[in-house]
């Protein structure tokens, strides 16, 4: 490529710019949690992007929406990350896992770390695909399970002092993890690095269903197969493994939309974005697309009062000091 902006440069620039503002939102979270429990009488509204770490909460609460028209009161803003990564997989590939998710971010580095220490290897397809399919168990199994919920249960479930505080139980997750929690994150560290984004490609359920909506979506990748001088490189540098040089179009729900295929191709024009395989449009596209799809949606979430919960202080104090001190 000739211009000096890459798709690496600018994919891992939106990912540190968005891992940044999730530090942020976790900061501003804490400070929402002190005058929750008491610990301080100077309020900090909850940051409502805080509930972008809740997804099946947010599936929860679109099954609901989808079912009675209403839209979820308890997490609000969740719900609408939720559509909007959504809309986003599948207008611009699964761009949510390669511009904006922070795990993802961290994912990437490790497997950066694997190719300079020699491993970030795929198994074989006799070991790859039937762990593929894990992700793939783990999403049926929570659709099934809350798609299958009748309408009393799932408004129970919603209205629960579990989901209520759920997004605190998740931050004390991560700020006081169990000895067996740590191993488990070690073991995932060590996987990451020998595997190739072992997380995300065979753990992630979240990846999962973006994957599924993304192969639906109408933007791919598409190889001039005239130009192509089966070099390899494309293959070599996607993420997810995929061979490239074999496809003539790749709607793989493995494809993240980071472009690093087409940075890498030697030959101009032979690897680009298009739409249904047919019109090219520019790989600068799918990253802005992502990010301008969740800007989008969070003015409109603000617009309409969709994004901050409508209950009262006195009430959201009440619910989380209580409920935090079973913890």
């Not at 999403?139 to 249960?153: C, P």
């Not at 003539?248 to 680009?272: A, H, N, Y």
């Not at 309409?304 to 209950?311: A, I, L, P, R, Y």
Request: proline share 6%; net charge positive; hydrophobic share 45%.
């Amino acid at each position: 490529m000739n211009t000096s902006i890459t798709p690496t440069r600018f994919r891992l620039a939106v990912q540190a710019v968005f891992t940044l503002f999730c530090i942020y939102v976790g900061l501003r979270f804490v400070a929402f949690l002190a005058w929750a429990v008491g610990t301080t009488e100077v309020f900090t509204p909850k940051p409502g992007a805080v509930e972008g770490f809740l997804p099946i909460s947010a599936l929860l609460g679109l099954r609901r929406l989808l079912t009675t028209g209403q839209w979820d009161s308890v997490h609000p803003a969740g719900l609408a990350i939720f559509i909007a990564v959504l809309l986003m997989a599948f207008l611009f590939r699964k761009g949510f896992c390669g511009y904006i998710c922070p795990v993802g971010f961290l994912s990437g580095l490790l497997e950066r770390l694997g190719r300079r220490m020699g491993l970030g290897v795929i198994p074989p397809k006799l070991i790859d695909l039937p762990l593929t399919g894990l992700k793939y168990l783990l999403l049926g199994g929570f659709l099934f399970a809350i798609f299958s919920m009748d309408t009393r249960s799932l408004e129970s479930f919603i209205s629960s002092p579990f989901n209520l505080v759920s997004d605190a139980k998740m931050l004390h997750f991560f700020m006081k993890p169990t000895l067996l929690s740590l191993l488990a994150i070690g073991v995932l560290v060590v996987l990451n690095v020998v595997i190739r984004n072992f997380w995300c490609r065979y753990l992630c359920p979240y990846g999962a269903l973006l994957g599924l909506f993304s192969w639906a979506g109408p933007s791919c990748i598409r190889r001039n197969t005239t130009t192509c001088i089966d070099c390899g490189k494309c293959a070599k540098a996607c993420p997810a493994g995929i061979t490239v040089q074999t496809k003539k179009v790749v709607r793989s729900p493995e494809c993240i939309g980071c472009g690093e295929c087409v940075g890498v191709c030697p030959i101009d024009d032979c690897l680009g974005f298009s739409l249904n395989g047919r019109k090219r449009i520019p790989w600068l596209t799918i990253g802005i697309g992502c990010v301008a799809t969740l800007l989008l949606v969070w003015g409109l979430a603000r617009m309409t009062g969709h994004w901050d919960s409508t209950m009262p202080k006195d009430m959201i104090r009440n619910i989380y000091s209580t409920m935090l001190e079973k913890i």
